[in-house]
């Protein structure tokens, strides 16, 4: 359910969409997807969170006949561009120049009217502070999501807030990012609305195949218990502490796999180098096939110290994989309503050693809590649900747009 993330708030503030007043295609006034063109706002085409987040909100939205371009803030192409091109959506490279590119604000309008763009979405802090200005600019609407606690400085934060005046609507992907928003002070908060992210469902499933394969290519026994992480490899992933936590665990019948890239990866090859046995942590860098690695896993971890609702552990919930987290962003409240995993503090290497431990030493419990959680993402974390979601977003706020003119 969509709903208003101040509602806490101000007992006066209801639903964002009372299931009554919801458009329906055949509702007077509802907007026709087919003819919508929606411009997608990313920093880079890199391979992260939000960008699969855009990438399966342009597919849904290809699939229902709206016109969809992704526009990437750098004049690099990146590993994702091409999963955009495939899926039918036109890649655009708008470079931000220099510190703060008083252009690009304009450059973009320039853009998005051209391209004749209904709806501007932007993903995160540099995209809305270019973006959706040049939204209001090219007469477009705007919608913001935000997809984690964005720790900023000063002077961005400022940026980001009157940047936030003009947008129709500001999307938290969790409550505790919504809060954070709140506190932040980033958005008028009758704007703010919360959506959880969702996944292709159909690409995450426990599979023998896989885990046989993904072993023999490792090099990993296949009765070893395999604790394994998806995502960047950036200091806020914090995987320097999931390496402490694993070190004295490791050995033949116990092996760490991570897979992702970033800037933090120098640090993390030499903290793996000074372990003991660094030959049972395989550093397997950007993957595009996470759907296979993850079935070869035995139970999921995080240790990052900033999230918001990470696709990768909806990715790994929905494969069956029992998650060791730490206490940041969304998670907690996923883990504790589907009683499929345990949480510690972050930087906490003792703690996350110690709930690791307990998974491995009772595989029948972690296979009941793996069963939870691959449940709990099938009832409630499609991607599908998520591209309906925002849709009723947009059909929303256009319909305001209209009125209001």
Known sequence: MLRRSGADDDPATVDCHPRDRRPSMTSPGATDRARLTIAHV???????????????????QRRAG?????????????????????????????????GFDVTLSLRLAQLFRREQVDLVHTHNPQPIIYAAPAARLAGAAAVHTRHGENIDTWRRRLLRRAA????????????????RTRIDRDVDVRKLVTVPNGIDLSRYHPDEGRRTAVRAELGIPANAWVVGTVGRVAP??????????????LGEREQLVIVGDGAAMPALREEVGRLPQPRYVH???????????????????????????PLALLEAMATGLPVVSTRVGGIPGVLERGDCGSVVEPGDADGLRRALGDMAADAAHAHRLGERARRL???????????????????????????AS
């Open 283 to 309: 550093l397997l860098g950007a993957r595009l096939d996470a759907e296979r690695l993850l079935a070869a896993f035995d139970v999921f971890a995080l240790s990052s110290v900033e999230e918001g609702l």
């Open 42 to 60: 990313l920093p880079a085409f890199a391979l992260g969170g939000q960008e699969m987040v855009a990438l399966d909100l342009s597919s849904g």
């Open 377 to 403: 993402a099938l009832a409630e974390y499609s991607a599908e649900t998520m591209v309906e979601r925002y849709y009723e977003i947009y059909e929303r706020v256009l319909r305001e747009r209209r009125r």
């Open 66 to 98: 709206s016109r969809v371009l992704c526009v990437g803030l750098s004049d690099e192409r990146g590993p994702i561009a091409d999963a955009f091109t495939a899926r039918d959506v036109a890649v655009r490279n708008v470079a931000k120049r220099g």
């Open 164 to 179: 936030a005046r003009f947008t129709d609507c500001y999307v938290a992907v969790s409550d505790v990012t919504a809060n």
């Open 236 to 249: 806020v992933k914090d995987h320097l502490t999931l390496v402490r936590a694993m070190a004295a665990r």
